[in-house]
């Protein structure tokens, strides 16, 4: 059974940092594409950011860049999603996606076959 599994999230208060894990089990990552996706209360699932599956490539939402960092170990099957400076609005649930081939962007949540639970972020003071 193909199955991903987030983790690492919490809460934190503004300008904090948190390390989100993306574990896959049943399949092996390498030959996936992996993008992480957030949603927020009332609004729609949106891409954060998403690697290819050596890790060379990687795209990042504008509201992220310079603050988030997505990076793989396929050894260890998981993919990460550092976050840094985090602000209130990036309280969300955050999911990970895995998927073969996408087509011209790996940023919509379309192009994903298999998703994870999700994982709650709270920014707060």
């Known amino acids: 059974q193909l199955q991903l599994v987030e983790s690492g999230g919490g809460l934190v208060q503004p300008g904090g940092s948190l390390r989100l894990s993306c574990a896959a089990s049943g399949f092996t990552l390498d030959y996936y594409a992996i993008g992480w996706f957030r949603q927020a209360p009332g609004k729609e699932r949106e891409g954060v950011s998403c690697?290819?599956?050596?890790?060379?490539?990687?795209n990042y939402a504008d509201s992220v860049k310079g603050r988030f960092t997505i990076s793989r170990d396929n050894a260890k099957n998981t993919v990460y999603l550092q976050m840094n400076s985090l602000k209130p609005e990036d309280t969300a649930i955050y999911y990970c996606a895995a998927v073969k081939r996408y087509g011209s962007t790996c940023l919509i949540t379309g192009a994903y076959d298999y998703w994870g639970q999700g994982t709650q972020v709270t920014v707060s003071s």
């Open positions: 690697i290819g599956r050596s890790g060379g490539y990687t």
